[in-house]
């Protein structure tokens, strides 16, 4: 049950990590949607637990890492690459999350799209990245 809870944080954190990359005007729709998207996330970590200054130090470590390993995280280029990527990784999971948490992720690839801004990464690059993802969450013990 401890490693679900402590995935579940991880999960949740990538997610969270989005709102950091996105370069939006604060009253855009792309702006309005990330605000939406840290309020659930923020909700759903309140209701596990706190997280710990190690647990927070580990799993930014990983986060950040995994974005170097990938290229997405600080690439604007990407961002469709890494919302797609997070939906796939929350729908995969083991851990049930609320509908809720999938509404604000949806409607920034919607938003992406409608504004020919999205192309859908194909099935290699999600792999490679989830392998990444495992990878390094085993490797570091966060998983």
């Given at each position: 049950m401890?490693?679900?809870?402590?995935?579940?944080?991880?999960?949740?954190?990538?997610?969270?990590?989005?709102?950091?990359?996105i370069?939006?005007?604060?009253?855009s729709?792309m702006?309005?949607?990330?605000?939406k998207?840290?309020?659930?996330?923020?909700?759903?970590?309140?209701?596990?637990?706190?997280?710990?200054l190690?647990?927070?130090?580990?799993?930014?470590?990983?986060v950040?890492?995994?974005?170097?390993?990938?290229?997405?995280?600080?690439?604007q280029d990407?961002l469709?690459?890494?919302?797609?990527?997070?939906l796939?990784?929350?729908h995969?999971?083991?851990?049930?999350?609320?509908?809720?948490i999938?509404?604000?992720?949806?409607?920034?690839i919607q938003?992406l799209?409608?504004?020919?801004?999205?192309?859908?990464?194909?099935?290699?690059?999600?792999?490679?990245?989830t392998?990444?993802?495992n990878?390094?969450f085993?490797?570091?013990?966060?998983?």
């Amino acid at each position: 049950m401890l490693n679900l809870i402590k995935r579940k944080k991880t999960e949740l954190c990538l997610v969270y990590a989005i709102s950091f990359y996105i370069v939006v005007q604060p009253n855009s729709k792309m702006g309005g949607l990330q605000k939406k998207l840290k309020k659930v996330v923020r909700q759903v970590l309140h209701q596990i637990s706190d997280l710990n200054l190690e647990e927070q130090k580990s799993i930014i470590a990983v986060v950040e890492q995994w974005g170097e390993e990938t290229g997405w995280l600080n690439s604007q280029d990407n961002l469709g690459t890494l919302i797609f990527f997070c939906l796939s990784m929350l729908h995969a999971s083991p851990i049930p999350y609320p509908p809720a948490i999938y509404k604000p992720l949806r409607a920034m690839i919607q938003h992406l799209k409608d504004g020919d801004r999205f192309t859908a990464p194909t099935e290699n690059t999600i792999q490679i990245a989830t392998d990444k993802w495992n990878r390094l969450f085993n490797y570091k013990g966060v998983l």
